[in-house]
């Protein structure tokens, strides 16, 4: 056998091991699911915003509108916006006396990104509180969305639970890149075992909706455990798993989505923000590329351009490939794909490159100190 036909044989059967943990992944991942039951304890939803203010007013609109909840309170930091954030949240708050608007103007202390800052500004204004659940400002809530994580936390007995919303996409470079965020946990880790074992390296977070018992938050000490890091909510779990307590992955489509970027400039610097952190540093990003090239690029030009059994390997793993993408994104909606979501998914080797290209950009910026967001340097 040639070395382009094992590449082509090896790239497929990591695309087809893919395609079978989607599988497993949309038959047996928990999901928030409504319920009658009211939650009598006391929970505090924190937000933090900075520069949201064409997208807090709905969210707001959204927690006044929960039902299953007796006790809820709502804690939101104005991060010292220059858009208006704070003057259009309390216009949605109107008389709501369960929302408290806090301001900051101060930077971020050394060692400190800008959201682990103003999250543990937003935790020390609470307390009594039995439940901390953290929003970001670009999530969109069903009325009983925050009342299933309570019940789930409780339920699971875990300290965090990870409510994973669907991922909403408007233009075609979002439909290509981000789909990708469940696709890489969806087709590589089973959800249901690494749910049950304690390990760091199988935890999965989603930081725009975490759940946390507050017993537990406060006794790792929140936020200042993970002030520098730029993936606080990978990080925070796994920190969490690190010292015995359980944290919990469950689907949360259609109680839960998001539209986390809005044109392609601010998809990248989102992205960039963050991934030269991934997968330990530079040379960690170059192994797992070299590993995606090999699976997602090989076998769909083998189909192309291969023959007799190397063609056909090639149409095998390309379209594992394509299956393991459709799952996951079924499995993040909590039912059928759409229209676009299946196009995307024949253009998996495209977005592999976005990736790839968007991984290389992060880093060339974080090597020359020109990382920002929102304003700040990272």
């Not at 047996?28 to 009211?38: F, I, V």
């Not at 901390?132 to 999530?139: S, V």
Request: proline share 5%; glycine share 10%; net charge positive.
């Amino acid at each position: 056998m040639s070395l382009a036909a094992r590449a082509v044989t090896a790239g497929s059967a990591v695309a087809a091991l893919g395609a079978a943990t989607a599988l497993a992944n949309r038959l047996g991942m928990p999901r928030l699911r409504s319920d009658a039951r009211e939650i009598t304890e006391p929970v505090t939803v924190l937000i933090p915003a900075r520069n949201e203010a064409g997208r807090l007013p709905a969210l707001i609109a959204d927690l006044r509108a929960q039902q299953g909840i007796s006790d809820l309170g709502v804690v939101i930091l104005d991060d010292g916006s220059t858009d208006g954030t704070g003057d259009a949240a309390l216009a949605a708050i109107g008389a709501d006396e369960r929302f408290f608007l806090a301001r900051n103007d101060i930077d971020p202390p050394a060692g400190w990104t800008g959201k682990t800052a103003a999250c543990a500004r937003l935790a020390d204004l609470t307390s009594g509180e039995d439940v901390l659940i953290f929003l970001d400002a670009d999530i969109r809530l069903a009325p009983d969305a925050l009342a299933a994580a309570v019940r789930e936390l409780r339920s699971s007995r875990a300290a965090l639970v990870c409510p994973w919303p669907e991922q909403l996409a408007g233009s075609p470079v979002e439909h290509l890149v981000q789909p990708l965020l469940a696709w890489s946990w969806a087709s590589t880790l089973p959800v249901a075992l690494a749910n049950r074992l304690l390990r760091p390296s199988m935890a999965v977070a989603c930081g725009q909706f975490l759940v946390f018992d507050a017993a537990a938050y406060r006794g790792l000490g929140g936020h200042t455990v993970v002030a520098d890091s730029v993936t606080e909510d990978l990080a925070i779990a796994r920190e969490l798993r690190r010292r015995g307590h359980r944290t919990t992955l469950v689907a949360a489509g259609p109680l839960a989505r998001t539209r986390m970027y809005r044109e392609a400039s601010e998809l990248a610097d989102g992205y960039g923000r963050w991934l030269w952190s991934a997968y330990g540093g530079p040379v960690g990003s170059l192994a797992v590329g070299s590993v995606a090239a090999l699976t997602f690029w090989a076998p769909p030009l083998a189909a192309i351009l291969g023959r007799g059994r190397v063609r056909r390997i090639g149409l095998l793993g390309y379209a594992a490939a394509v299956t393991a993408r459709l799952l996951a994104r079924s499995t993040e909606r909590g039912g059928p794909v759409e229209p676009a979501d299946a196009v995307a998914a024949l253009a998996h080797p495209l977005s592999v490159a976005a990736y790839l290209g968007l991984s290389a950009r992060s880093h060339g910026a974080r090597r020359a100190g020109t990382l920002r967001w929102k304003g700040r340097k990272v």
